[in-house]
């Protein structure tokens, strides 16, 4: 049977990230890096173990850096940075004609408005929390 190791280590460094995304930045941020390193520490110690480089591993993250106004939000997207929110399953884009929208990850064609229309009472209410730039 021929495994390709790395392959599979790639895929488990995948499956780390998401649950990065979606379970440790969202509900504490400081106790969520803390158990990023120990899970980097731990995929070192496999490759090692494996006799493997140390060259796929990602480097560790920096800590979310938090983003609240919907201007904020708007300059890091433009800037190219990713930017999620509600725990990393949804990602802001800025579309072909310049709207500024939510996707939700998991779906193909799932968008929403970054913040109410304008004109409206809504018009400065973003529609998400926990706006971050993804490292």
Not at 63 to 80: F, N, Q, R, T, W
Not at 83 to 98: E, F, L, P, Q
Request: aromatic fraction near 8%.
């Amino acid at each position: 049977m021929n495994h390709d190791i790395e392959q599979h280590l790639a895929t488990v460094w995948e499956a780390l990230e998401t649950y990065q995304d979606r379970c440790l930045v969202k509900h504490d941020p400081e106790l969520g890096n803390e158990i990023w390193d120990d899970l980097c520490l731990a995929m070192a110690v496999i490759r090692e173990d494996l006799g493997l480089p140390d060259k796929t591993a990602p480097a560790i993250p920096k800590p979310a850096e938090p983003l609240e106004s919907i201007a904020d939000i708007k300059a890091a997207v433009d800037a190219g940075a990713d930017v999620r929110c509600n725990g990393g399953s949804y990602k802001v884009i800025k579309d072909s004609i310049g709207q500024y929208l939510i996707k939700f990850l998991p779906e193909r064609d799932n968008y929403v408005g970054l913040h109410g229309r304008a004109g409206t009472k809504y018009a400065e209410t973003l529609n998400g929390g926990d706006f971050y730039i993804r490292s």
